[in-house]
């Protein structure tokens, strides 16, 4: 991927930054142009607001992803959720700091900064969310795995580093 | 708009066919359609190739007239048209050829669809292939076609208390259904323990929940109706057409485990053929992964929402049951070269509806379904055909 192409998401993978419908007061991320809330769409042209979510969530369905996607081999396995915020949009993204084993619908994590994957030894580093496990929110809260022994969940080099 | 026909079909053998190119799978199929349908290339008047991802694949855009070229009709000047929806390509390329003889302005088309997965590494091709997703928003931050469907299947079995053996089924009966078929990539028959045991590629999903990457090629003719009663025995109809487009993303659905461009693209079909899911006798769905069959299912009519698990394992969609789903043995066990799925799945309806289905034939069908499904659902395509004689 160009350098250009990732650069200029920044905003959204770096700091959620979504938008609102100024209409009828629907978030989205990322975000949209028109609303497609809004009955009328041509109501909400030029009155997105930027908005930015607060990256509080909870898990609304996840996988133990084995088979990577390119740029994640060194990671697998890892969990990959959909997050569905406080504020509504619903994220994709995976899950760090939990044993996957322990993970479960309704888990709620909170969005965390972290190096995503590498384009290779010399190539451009992408960084932007995941999600991490809110603590004393679960009636059984998983046991969080040591950072130093967890390379198998989130074990991209440098990963903490960037967080 | 007037009544469009299905007058030949043909399919070369799906799986890993290292020694044959993209072009001569694609000829192979057409000529066998053209055959079938007892007409010449010069009574052809335009072609509809559905294909996904040829750039990335084979290093080859542009493909459409390179079909029509090796199919001898470079000569003629035909319009030639690739057509791409994902994994959906090859339905949404029977639907422009569908348009296009039903307004009249061609007579006879030829609808192909083909792929060649197999010239790439399966670690490229799973890259291509996530590619149907949203790259952005999905892929970017890990996501796989896989892994989204195993985000359905958790959240499936989370509401509606599906069991990882009812999922599993699906493999299981398409394995079964497959190995009657002598063009399918997998003949092999597996058992639910081997499903179950395989090795995990997104969990709640394994090896064997996932279809393969295949090669391979469908094509069909159509033709205006009238030509396709006077020139068949058993002709047949195509009574319903239909396209249904949803988020790109799976996140931005409603529900994660309800695909609504199929239950929007089935309701028109229905309403189209003045058809019920009742009236169905066979139906080709889309099985890329098992947990899709199960929701299909439901999304189309043919089982109510949840309850897609207990239905499949009690053998309700196997043959004998009230609808055989896939009898070619889906996705799953004939195999997936993707643009080429949603063509495949017509031509096994039309063996089905012509009773030609020999081992396979599901007795006494006279309608069938087919629905092509892209990436996670963003894109449905739903036909419906009747034996119209």
Known sequence: ?163 | MREVGILGVGQTKFGELWDRSFREIGIEAGLEALVDAKLSSADLEALYLGNMASGTLISQEHIAPLILDYAGLAGRHLPSMRVEGGGASGALALHQGYLAVASGLYDYVVVGGAEKLTDVPDATATQITASTADHEWEVVFGATLPALWGLIARRHMHDYGTTREQIGQVAVQDHEHGSKNPLAHYRNKISLAQVLDAGPIAEPLGVLDCAPFSDGAAAVVLGPMEEARRRSETPIRIAASQVACDSMALQHRADPTTLESTSSAARRAFQQARRAPKDVQVAEIHDAYTIAALVSLEDLGFVEKGKSGPAFAAGEFAHGGRVTVNPSGGLKAQGRPFGAVGVAQVVELVRQLRGEAKERQVPNATVGLAQDVGGTGATSVVHLLERAN
Request: aromatic fraction near 8%; hydrophobic fraction near 35%.
């Open chain 1, 1 to 163: 991927m160009s350098v250009a192409r990732f650069w200029r998401e920044t905003p959204r993978r770096y700091n959620l930054g979504g938008s609102k419908c100024s209409v009828c007061g629907t978030i989205y991320f990322p975000p949209r142009a028109v609303c497609p809330q809004c009955t009328h769409h041509r109501q909400s042209i030029e009155k997105m607001l930027p908005f930015q979510l607060s990256g509080e969530g909870e898990v609304l369905s996840y996988t133990i992803v084995h088979e990577a996607a390119e740029g994640f081999e060194m990671q697998v396995p890892y969990a990959l959720a959909l997050v569905k915020t406080v504020e509504g949009p619903v994220l994709t993204g995976q899950v760090v700091d939990i044993d996957p084993a322990t993970l479960r619908i309704g888990q709620r994590v909170h969005a965390t900064f972290r190096k995503l994957r590498e384009e290779g030894k010399a190539g451009v580093i992408h960084y932007g969310y995941k999600f991490a496990p809110v603590e004393d929110a679960d009636p059984r809260p998983p046991p969080r795995t040591p950072a130093a022994t967890a390379p198998a969940t989130d074990g991209a080099p440098g990963d903490r580093a960037a967080a």
